[in-house]
């Protein structure tokens, strides 16, 4: 059973334009979120985190936004670039526990 | 810093073969997972070691998965008879102490099992 889960396993945006991708989790134990980019042939690399104590992390372009009552987060891009185009992956953990990652949405942003 | 390594990266073996994969994490960090990454799973742990220790293996799907850390630059993962349900990209990843806030990730090995 998916602890975290990514219902979109694609999204396509126009440059310039947002993008936001979801995830949702059903542990009200998780207490950090990270967000993960990934490029074909390579492996995950670390985008964006957040902590349970906030509801709103914002690192440049990326913003991710917490809410804990729906057990939902979600990661935006302004403005997205041709460069952003990847696979994303969601990941929660309670402190000093495992990962778990979700199932990956496939960003394609479209000049 | 190189970065976790991984090799090989890509394996084509036949079914009943033994695969063994291999990484090496980031000098320094203690903890070291492997990852199976699958289209209808992502990414599922399949186990974790802490100070070369095994934590958690309740993810190795089989009797047949099987994983080493005999010291803390070097791990294998290990598929005894593999099947070709055990195609998928595999992934090691490193961490700086057991329960960091983040993971460094190798490139992968793809492997395909025929």
């Known amino acids: 059973d998916q602890q975290v889960k990514q219902n979109s396993p694609s999204l396509s945006v126009q440059e310039g334009r947002i993008s936001i991708l979801n995830c949702d989790y059903t542990n009200s134990m998780f207490d950090y979120f990270l967000w993960y980019k990934k490029y074909p042939a390579e492996g995950p690399t670390f985008l964006i985190s957040i902590s349970s104590i906030k509801d709103k992390n914002e690192d440049g372009r990326f913003t991710v936004f917490l809410n804990k009552s729906a057990k939902h987060l979600s990661l935006h891009i302004v403005p997205s670039q041709p460069g952003d185009s990847a696979v994303y992956f969601c990941a929660a953990s309670a402190i000093g526990n495992q990962f778990y990652f979700g199932t990956g949405t496939s960003l394609t942003v479209i000049p | 810093d190189a970065g976790v390594i991984q090799s090989p990266r890509h394996e084509v073996t036949e079914m009943g073969q033994e695969v063994t994969l291999r990484c090496k994490p980031i000098?320094?960090?203690?903890?070291l997972f492997w990852y199976r990454q699958t289209m209808m799973r992502g990414l599922e742990l399949l186990i974790y070691f802490n100070n070369n220790v095994p934590i958690d293996d309740s993810g190795m799907p089989e009797d047949r998965f099987s994983a080493k850390m005999p010291n803390a630059s070097f791990s294998t993962l290990k598929i005894q008879p593999s099947e070709p349900r055990d195609s998928a990209v595999y992934f090691c990843?490193?961490?700086?102490?057991?329960?960091?806030?983040?993971?460094?990730f190798g490139p992968g090995t793809r492997l395909t099992v025929l």
């Open positions: 990843a490193s961490g700086p102490g057991f329960g960091s806030d983040t993971q460094y």
């Open positions: 000098s320094g960090h203690n903890s």
